[in-house]
């Protein structure tokens, strides 16, 4: 056979690979060239705002439950589906092996159980992170010494989830400084890792040597691979900074916020420092991260009411479902937190389901939901009555805000000060 002859053999078995992956999705809508080539969501990954993107591309399909955006991939937005049994493929955060994947989630799950230990760890690093506030951050009315938030907030959770870990922290806290490299290389990480994870060839290169060399590693001196087994950090940090980005911009909410705190403070409910207990009874909600893709198992499944087949991957329009008119109302677009008081109970119970699905479900479940609900119910209360907070620039609150499975921010600017020294000005 001549070389022409295997060349076009060759051509001709990928443009029928390529017709039979377009065909066996056909019947889901979705924009043309996303549905034929992984490089639109490629671009869409990489420009930093794929949430807004694949956002629009489900309210332009509104009528229909899924919409293709991959050759092999669909996106959803109705909290009400199948359970879609397999984890996703290619990347190195999970296994496709169940019964692996049983026994690792039945060995460490007990770590996640959020303890009274646990409590204590994250007080002693809020309280570490008090002195480093009031040390090096405090703003007074002669003294103008902004921080960015952003930063502070990422080395509260590492060092937190060091002490929860090891029994001490990493030392982020002693003086406020990205030892090791670990923000820098975070930063630098995670647009890599969600692109690779976006797209199931380029993840099987990244893992395949000698590329899979340029992934941190346990043994490295610095950066993410020193860190490597700790997690939860990035997760906990983007609400703190996401929960004050939305409260300080708005008085009503702010406002009311600290006189709720107060009213309860004084009237005993709460104690210093805030038990998880006493929180959980307090109106602040954590902002929430999104899944990654789910595949459909052996044999297909359906999925909306929609039969999609073996091997397809599945994703979730989180950014859509926390905004969708459907569970949030006509003002879903709004920061309105009093939207959950005086509910029905029904309605009260899709809200929170709304809310529970972006962790998963049963097995899949993120395991450490419950120690990332107990820090945020600690330690927001305990910022919003120590200290007040300003933006900046009201104008650019975050200079830098990029979507890579958690959200990357960067530049997010605020004066400090104590609650009961506040300005005339």
């Known amino acids: 056979m001549s070389a022409l002859s295997v060349l076009l053999t060759l051509l001709l078995a990928c443009i029928f690979r390529s017709i039979w992956a377009w065909y066996r999705l056909s019947h889901i809508p979705g924009p043309f060239w996303y549905s034929i080539s992984s490089i639109p969501l490629l671009r869409t990954n990489i420009s930093g705002h794929s949430h807004s993107t694949l956002n629009s591309l489900t309210n332009k399909y509104d009528e229909r439950p899924l919409v293709r955006i991959g050759p092999n991939l669909v996106i959803f937005r109705d909290i009400i589906t199948t359970d879609v049994r397999h984890k996703g493929k290619y990347h190195s955060f999970c296994t496709v092996d169940e019964m692996r994947h049983a026994v690792l989630r039945t060995k460490i799950g007990s770590g996640y159980s959020g303890s009274v230990l646990v409590e ?82 380029l ?5 395949t040597w000698p590329f899979s060399e340029l992934l941190p590693k346990a043994t490295d001196a610095v950066g993410l691979g020193r860190f490597i087994n700790v997690a939860g950090t990035d997760s906990v940090a983007v609400a703190l900074r996401m929960i004050l980005l939305y409260v300080q911009p708005t008085p009503r909410v ?30 602040v909600f954590p902002a929430l991260t999104p899944l990654l893709n789910k595949t459909v198992p052996k044999g297909g499944d359906n999925v909306a009411g929609i039969h999609l087949p073996s091997g397809t991957e599945v994703g979730v329009d989180v ?5 969708s008119k459907e569970y949030w109302g006509d003002d879903a677009d709004l920061f309105r937190p009093n939207r959950w008081l005086k509910l029905e109970e029904k309605q009260l119970q899709e809200m929170t389901g709304c809310l529970e699905v972006l962790f998963g479900y049963g097995r899949y479940k993120c395991l450490g939901r419950g120690i990332a609900i107990m820090e945020l119910n600690k330690v927001l209360p305990e910022l ?29 600017w605020v004066a400090i000060s104590l609650r009961g020294e506040e300005s005339e000005e």
């Open 120 to 201: 204590r760890a994250i007080e002693r690093q809020l309280s570490r992170l008090f002195e480093l506030i009031d040390r090096q951050f405090l703003s007074r009315d002669e003294t103008y010494k902004p921080v960015d938030f952003a930063i502070l907030t990422q080395l509260f959770a590492i060092d937190t989830v060091g002490d929860m870990t090891y029994g001490k922290p990493f030392g982020f806290l002693d003086e406020g400084k990205d030892i090791c490299d670990w923000v820098n290389w975070n930063e630098k990480f995670f647009p890599a890792a969600s692109t690779a994870a976006t797209l199931p060839l």
């Open 319 to 323: 950014w859509g479902i926390l905004r």
């Open 254 to 283: 702010y406002t009311l916020l600290l006189a709720e705190l107060d009213q309860a403070r004084e009237k005993g409910q709460i104690s210093r420092p805030v038990q998880d207990a006493e929180a959980k009874r307090l109106r």
């Open 384 to 412: 919003l009555m120590h200290y007040l907070f300003t933006v900046v620039d009201p104008t650019r609150p975050v200079k830098i805000m990029h979507s890579a499975a958690f959200w990357l921010m960067k530049g997010f």
């Open 203 to 207: 993840g099987q290169v990244v893992q």
